[in-house]
């Protein structure tokens, strides 16, 4: 990236990205068609390693320069020429979003796509690409519809619209390459047909997974507001109605979610002579809600009883 800058003319010479460059180049072409060449007896793990760092590096500098674009939109209302080079971190993120674009072409789209559909394959496009698409979606939708309640029922904290939401600009430009990056891996799976397998499965629990998590962020912010309520602190550091929009906003986006992958998978469970029961992505997947459930459990129960202690026993251990 440090030496594509150089090479566009928007950034100094830099005598160690340039050697890097050129040194490290040949090595690579080398080794992989070394690859190429025997890899019939040689793994495929870098491929998908490749196609994770060029996705993260597309997905991260695109997303900043669409930050970008969409801070210029709003605050001129024209249109954005990004090539025009006044803004050198501009030139960064379009660099950084060319390399990653071109990795993640070579490794996935010229690779990925024609190496055999294994377990390696598929953990690729569910574990990365989808889960990674949708928790970005999730993040940057809340963020965003937060913003929105906010402004119309809640506290913004300024009286300039502009300025309130160019704040939030940064969880748009976040729904905008999560949907990308999880529409696109979803297609990759393919349309559900025949046999539901441990693929289409391990896609229904992920997306159950993260809706739960994310209602249950709401459901602790929820319970917080009213706490809050009822024992007002003395530094609280939010008001009451933007508590209760945020639970508001994590429940909106987390149930659904959660309640369509959940009653999907119940509905193959209740059909005649079917193997979801016994699935072992179904119970890993209810295995892990009940253990990050009981730790999370232990550990409040451990700081609730540190603060009933604290507060009935004085320094020192003597009672108050």
């Known amino acids: 990236i440090i030496a594509g800058r150089w090479l ?10 340039l050697a890097s460059l050129l040194v490290w180049s040949p090595i690579w072409v ?14 495929n793990l870098h491929v998908y390693i490749g196609a994770t760092a060029g996705l ?26 990004v090539g025009r080079g006044v803004d050198p971190d501009v030139s960064t993120w379009v660099v950084g979003f060319a390399v990653g674009a071109a990795i993640f072409d070579w490794h996935w789209i010229y690779a990925g796509m024609r190496e055999e559909r294994d377990t390696l394959w598929h953990a690729y496009v569910v574990l990365i690409g ?3 698409g949708l928790i970005t979606l999730v993040t940057g939708a809340g963020v965003t519809l937060f913003a929105i309640l906010q402004w119309w029922f809640g ?40 046999p539901r397998t441990e693929v289409q499965r391990a896609y229904d629990y992920v997306v159950a997974a993260v809706g739960l998590v994310t209602a249950a962020v709401g459901v602790v912010i929820l319970v917080i507001g009213f706490l809050e309520a009822v024992f007002p602190p003395a530094d609280s550091m939010a008001s009451e109605g933007n508590i209760l929009l945020g ?22 469970l209740r059909m005649p002579a079917s193997s979801e029961a016994a699935s072992p992505t179904r ?6 809600i009940i253990g990050v459930g009981g730790i999370v ?15 009935v026993l004085g320094e020192g251990g003597e009672l108050r």
């Open 8 to 17: 566009v003319g928007e950034g100094d010479f830099n005598e160690m990205a």
């Open 30 to 43: 080398g080794h992989w068609l070394l690859w190429r060449t025997y890899r019939r007896d040689v793994a």
């Open 247 to 268: 639970a508001i906003t994590t429940l909106a986006v987390g149930a659904p979610l959660w309640a369509q992958a959940w009653m999907r998978a119940n509905r193959f």
């Open 155 to 194: 506290d913004p904290g300024t009286n300039s619209a502009v300025r309130h939401f160019e704040d939030f600009i940064p969880a748009l430009a976040a729904v905008i390459v999560g949907a990308g990056v999880w529409f696109y891996h979803r297609r990759v799976l393919g349309p559900v047909t025949g």
């Open 56 to 81: 993260g590096t597309m997905a991260g500098f695109g997303g900043a320069l669409l930050v970008e674009i969409l801070s210029r939109l709003l605050d001129s209302g024209t249109s954005l020429e």
């Open 130 to 132: 989808v889960l990674g």
């Open 283 to 288: 119970r890993s997947y209810l295995l892990g």
């Open 297 to 311: 459990a232990a550990v409040s129960l451990i700081v609730l009883l540190i603060t009933i202690f604290n507060s």
